[in-house]
């Protein structure tokens, strides 16, 4: 987009058109967004939504971003991604339709954007009549006494959705920090490792690396190797404890070597 | 009371409904003794076998009429609540609301008039994604409930507005929305796809049609 | 909604008290609203200057003779009240309320979400083991039922949640339960990725509580 042009476009706009425009950058953050932004800037052409000139807004838009750009103000990036949407846009409804374009027409996108314009303000005039409405509590108003009066008394419990989707939620993000259902088969207790070892060490009367101690299988999967080494480890050193065992490690990081203790 | 000869045939009873006058009295009693709108089946389960609660409240509710209090119709159940413009007296009875964002406004106003409504739905409308909290809010207040799952895929929730919303605003049914008939004419609660988006939203106009049919205590004709 | 012409609310006594049909529906309407028997003076002070609260009593109560309820003294004040002869019409409404236990609601919500389960499967999602009290009072509440038996060794029996459930939770279906996602966006669950969940992202997450389920009747695409 050429800089000159643009500057073109902000002369033709009159003064209070650019102070507006200058006062919509500085409060961006006070707009919901794009759309909600849109929808301010087609009110100031002061026209019925129905009959807004998108072309006109596209281009309204397309400046208040390169205004932004001037003044260094970031855009947030929903703001940049409509601007190259209605630069799309602009572009489909300035050039001759190319017949061998499949894609939606111009007119077709901006009837689209008119029509979600005018479906957000449509919502906005709802929502404040809703609003307007007598409302409970504040307008009109329940019975002060309600009487519940007989004494036949049945307990009943209660429960609401909230109750229960938090329940739900509770324990379902504890499953996250905690996921012991799955954990299970990856996990070899110290008692497991010390049964197995007891078994195992009377075979062995030479210095064995403590790794090949490891149960089958569980060598492959990193999770379960973690859990068998720390296991079988812990095991040794009870056993080391109970005067079973001799453990030594040449050196630091060396392999950790057990032997049954020959009593006596 | 003239209504002696009006009384409904009884089925199965060994004896006759009260006199409609006394089921008029005992309708007006039970909605007094209540805070929560009743539904006219409940209704009906707590007086005498043979009772015409729905015929009583025409009566009561015209007796009520011009008077400080009213009977109103809340969904499909009955509720007695003052008159809005005495509301001036009444501020000791306020209770002071919690006060809801613009977005949680909108929300609301989405959802009810374009019930059932999916979240991408209101975000679609509002063009900002819904924040965490405004949903959860509005659920607080039991204004809004889930609805049934739209049958599109990934089978999102749908979201539709409660009793209790009605009862707060003093609607009788979500028909009864201010500007719903003109809205709807202006074809501005239609689910229209951005042009290009294929052929998929046909079907899912389809499967709307359904879901509207299966609440018919909010948009039947 | 609002009568606009009704406009009340003199403090001053530069105008005329309202009408006396007016004080009636001023009197009714306190009445009604107050969670206390209100006294004449207190009437007087809620109602526009110059109002005769005493004389408005005196038309109201004649205006409740023979109805469904009657306004009555109590002490020195005044309140509505259910006619003597109309008791009866009031048991159901002592039903006493009590909240679910935490244990209970835990425990319906894993049958909601995962039906069929067996007690073994509850008590691993819950991490304890369930009491015979917490089943048995899902099951007294008709919140639950018992289904199909497992084909599993020890053929356990299974629990499911029943229509009374879904009446009570609003709900059309289980189904339409939101899932973890949808808690998520929410706000119901916190959105800290689990330690060690690397680049499983909340889809994934979502998709394996799907596949937990095994149930493909509840949470299909």
Not at chain 1, 131 to 150: H, W, Y
Not at chain 2, 9 to 23: H, R, V
Not at chain 2, 78 to 89: C, E, N, V
Not at chain 2, 172 to 195: H, Q, V
């Amino acid at each position: 987009m050429a800089e000159q042009q643009d500057e073109f476009q902000a002369d033709a706009l009159s003064v209070s058109e650019r102070l507006a425009a200058e006062a919509l950058i500085v409060d961006v953050d006070g707009y919901e967004g794009p759309l909600d932004l849109l929808l301010t800037m087609a009110r100031t052409q002061k026209v019925d939504l129905r009959k807004v000139s998108v072309l006109g807004l596209a281009e309204q838009y397309l400046g208040f971003v390169e205004k932004a750009r001037h003044l260094r103000i970031e855009l947030a990036a929903d703001y940049l991604v409509m601007a190259a949407w209605l630069a799309f846009l602009k572009s489909r409804l300035l050039l001759p339709p190319d017949p061998a374009d499949e894609g939606p027409s111009g007119e077709d996108l901006a009837a689209h954007l008119a029509f979600q314009l005018e479906r957000l303000q449509a919502m906005r005039d709802a929502a404040a009549r809703l609003m307007a409405r007598d409302q409970l509590g504040r307008d009109f108003f329940v019975r002060g006494i309600p009487e519940n009066v007989a004494r036949t008394r049945r307990v009943s419990y209660s429960a609401t959705l909230m109750d229960l989707m938090q329940a739900y939620a509770r324990l379902r993000t504890r499953d996250e920090f905690r996921p012991f259902v799955l954990d299970r088969d990856a996990v070899m207790t110290m008692e497991e490792a010390l049964d197995r070892l007891r078994g195992l060490i009377g075979h062995a009367g030479d210095w064995t690396d403590l790794v090949s101690y490891l149960p089958a299988g569980w060598e492959i999967d990193p999770a379960r190797r973690r859990s068998a080494t720390a296991a079988n480890f812990a095991a040794t050193l009870q056993l080391a404890k109970e005067g079973d065992l001799e453990i030594r490690q040449g050196d630091t990081f060396a392999p950790i070597q057990i032997r049954k203790k020959i009593h006596g | 009371m003239a209504d002696e000869e009006q009384t409904p045939a009884q089925e199965d009873s060994l004896f006759e409904a009260p006199p409609m006058g006394e089921q008029e009295r005992m309708v007006e009693a039970i909605l007094f003794a209540s805070a929560e709108p009743v539904s006219v089946a409940e209704l009906a389960a707590r007086m005498p076998h043979g009772s015409d609660p729905a015929e009583a409240l025409v009566h009561l509710r015209k007796r009520y009429e011009g008077r400080g209090v009213r009977v109103m119709k809340v969904g499909d159940a009955w509720a007695i609540r003052t008159a809005p413009d005495l509301g001036f007296l009444m501020h000791k009875e306020t209770v002071e609301t919690r006060k809801l964002s613009r977005a949680a406004i909108e929300t609301l106003a989405i959802i009810a008039y374009h019930q059932p409504a999916t979240r991408a739905e209101i975000e679609d409308i509002r063009g900002v994604s819904v924040s965490r909290g405004t949903i959860d809010q509005l659920l607080e207040l039991e204004w809004i409930r889930f609805g049934r799952r739209r049958m599109t895929p990934g089978r999102p929730v749908t979201f539709v507005v409660t009793q209790a919303f009605l009862d707060h605003f003093g609607l009788e049914s979500a028909r009864d929305l201010p500007g719903l008939k003109e809205l709807r004419a202006a074809g501005l609660l239609d689910n229209r796809p951005p042009p290009g988006a294929g052929l998929a939203g046909a079907e899912d106009e389809d499967e709307d049609l359904d879901e509207a049919d299966g609440q018919p205590e909010l948009f039947e004709e």
